[in-house]
């Protein structure tokens, strides 16, 4: 795989991941693009990156989870911080429970049928997100959640911060990112979106997303493993390139992110979908 091919994949991934416009429509695009899968190690590889980026970028928090983690099991459960740090770490927990499961259910197949009765399209051998049959869901789902993105932020009242979650919040914002499994959805800009309507502050509601993304970016890494090992993959050092350079893009994204939200609002991402949607229902 070329340097350049691998730079795009990189940057793609670093700023779609976490902007909230959809990064599975826009790697599935750019694997159109080229006109070669990228493979299972070089998905593992960005996975790995961004997940990085995320622990760097929001390591104080991080901690605060892992804390409240090990609170859990009676390590540092004395702590004045404690309680409220357990809770937090559970209230994550809960709200990864919906995307497992979800994830977990399309990888046994479980959907094809509702897939094919309701979108008219067949999973591709039970892989939703490689399936181009699905690239009119992407242009809908863009334009769709895109809208309800512009909605949640136009009446979401901006009064509440991560460490005000609650379980409720926690389960709900999960529910909403089960939902990113669809591509065309976008995994931050749904949860941002659900978090937004529960009143959470622009800016804490990408914290709160890219928080939650931990354990769900992790996950999906993990699945992947598998294919490597059937594959017999030995791009080690495409994949390290990969994955260093999405560190840096993803890292970069956060750090603008969180700092255009503190005087924007999610405007010009609601029109970017709704023009990338239209656009590929016009051109594909």
């Known amino acids: 795989m ?3 091919q691998l730079l795009i994949i990189a940057i793609v991934q670093g700023i779609t991941e976490f902007l909230p416009i959809s990064s599975s429509g826009h ?3 750019t694997g159109k693009m080229f006109d070669e899968d990228q493979g299972p190690l070089i998905d593992v590889a960005v996975h790995v990156g961004s997940l990085l980026a995320i622990i760097v970028y929001f390591f104080k928090d ?9 609170a859990s099991i009676g390590i540092g459960a004395s702590a004045p911080n404690a309680p409220a740090e357990r809770s937090l770490f559970w209230w994550i927990v809960l709200g990864t429970i919906p995307a497992v499961a979800f994830g977990l259910s399309i990888k046994m197949g479980l959907f094809n049928g509702i897939a094919t009765d309701v979108f008219g399209v067949e999973i591709v051998d039970d892989d939703l997100m490689a399936s181009i049959r699905f690239t009119d869901l992407i242009a809908f789902n863009l334009i769709f959640y895109g809208v ?9 009242k901006e009064v509440k911060s991560f460490e005000q979650m609650t379980w409720r919040d926690g389960l709900i914002v999960g529910l909403a990112q089960a939902l990113a499994i669809i591509p065309g959805t976008s995994r931050s800009g749904v949860t941002m979106t659900a978090a937004r309507f529960l009143g959470y502050t622009r800016v804490e509601a990408a914290r709160f997303s890219f928080l939650l993304s931990i354990p769900a970016v992790a996950g999906a890494g993990v699945l992947i493993v598998p294919e490597i090992f059937e594959a017999g993959t030995a791009l080690a050092l495409d994949a ?6 999405t560190f840096v893009a993803a890292f970069a994204t956060m750090a603008f992110l969180m700092n255009f939200l503190k ?6 991402f609601v029109i970017y979908r709704i023009a990338m949607g239209i656009g590929l229902l016009w051109f594909l």
């Open 27 to 29: 790697l599935i695009l």
């Open 2 to 4: 070329s340097f350049l």
């Open 148 to 156: 309800l993105l512009g909605i949640a932020d136009w009446v979401g």
């Open 62 to 70: 991080v901690l605060v989870l892992a804390r409240g983690g090990f």
């Open 263 to 268: 005087k924007a609002s999610m405007l010009i």
């Open 240 to 245: 390290l390139i990969a994955g260093a350079l």
